[in-house]
């Protein structure tokens, strides 16, 4: 499979369409199914404020996967991110309620490389607030 976007269809500034992704503790709690990360901040409330956070806190890879969703939806290929990497700068904090809370995220072309290759830089905010710095990909176009 190839990315469905072409390297000549784009310009630096291209923006992405941005995406919201709903994270609620049940999702939390089928990723924790999944990846085997148990750690009680994931899933325990008071455990999760006994060590200092306001509250249960998304998984940083959870976080990360569903940022990276906007790239892979917009080249409909995920093999053409040949690189990827943020720093996490806030938890996503996920309330107990049935609405949880969003990951809202945006990305724009901000660089075009050699060899069909875009940078997509990516804004990821949760209630207002950056989650993930720095979240930049490399991706392989057509």
Request: no cysteine; glycine share 10%.
């Amino acid at each position: 499979m190839t990315a469905k976007i072409a390297y000549g269809d784009v310009e630096v500034g291209t923006e992405l369409p941005a995406q919201g992704f709903p994270v609620t503790r049940a999702t939390l709690v089928q990723y924790a199914g999944a990846s085997g990360d148990f750690n009680p901040i994931h899933w325990n409330e008071k455990f999760a404020k006994e060590v200092g956070l306001p509250d249960v806190i998304a998984h940083g890879m959870f976080t990360m996967a569903e940022a990276i969703r906007v790239v892979t939806d917009w080249t409909g290929d995920p093999a053409a991110v040949v690189e990827y990497g943020v720093r996490f700068t806030k938890p996503v904090v996920v309330p107990n309620d049935d609405q949880g809370t969003t990951i809202e995220v945006s990305g724009k072309v901000a660089a075009k490389l050699d060899d069909n290759k875009v940078r997509v830089d990516l804004t990821v905010v949760s209630e207002g607030r950056k989650v993930l710095g720095m979240s930049r990909a490399v991706v392989q176009l057509s």
